[in-house]
Structure formats: C-alpha cells, structure tokens
C-alpha cells in the first residue's frame, strides 16, 4: 500500500484508484464504439489500462489534483452513465 502524500495532501493510494476508476469507466464507454469484435475490446482494455492509469495519475500528480466531492460525484455519474450504456 502507498501510504505516502502529495503536497496537495491526497494520499497517492487514493488518487491513483481514482484514476484508475475513471480509466476504466472511460474505456468502457469508448471500446463499444470502436468495434463490434467483444474480444477485441477486452483486449484493448486489459492492455491499455495500465499505461492509461500510469499516464493519468502522473498528469494529475503534475497538475496538483486532488479528489474533491465534485470529482467523487464525477465518478459516480460516469459509472452510472457505464451501467446505462452497457446493460440497454
């Protein structure tokens, strides 16, 4: 577990779940538009996540974010717009 701090004073274990989160909702939200082959999606998903979740936080940790309530009802909202898109 990263128990170390940003200066902002977000902990880096919550900031990168956070980012992660908001990768994966934002993949699964674009991969159906790309194509209709499910095993290329999931494909595309496990591969970019990492890199994806890695290049996110390191641009949040630049730029000083810090996971706010607005950024908590961010996510909330686009999980939910996840699960409306992916169960019509």
């Given at each position: 577990m990263i128990a170390s701090t940003t200066e902002t004073g977000n902990?880096?274990?919550r900031l990168?779940?956070?980012?992660?989160?908001?990768?994966?909702a934002?993949?699964?939200?674009?991969?159906?538009?790309?194509?209709?082959?499910?095993l290329f999606e999931l494909m595309l998903l496990i591969t970019m996540q990492i890199a994806l979740t890695c290049i996110s936080t390191l641009i949040g940790l630049s730029m000083?974010?810090?996971?706010?309530?607005?950024?908590a009802s961010l996510l909330f909202a686009i999980w939910m717009l996840v699960w409306c898109v992916h169960l019509a």
């Open positions: 902990s880096l274990d990168l779940l956070y980012n992660f989160l908001m990768v994966t934002v993949a699964l939200l674009i991969t159906p538009l790309l194509t209709d082959n499910k000083g974010h810090t996971v706010t309530k607005r950024g």
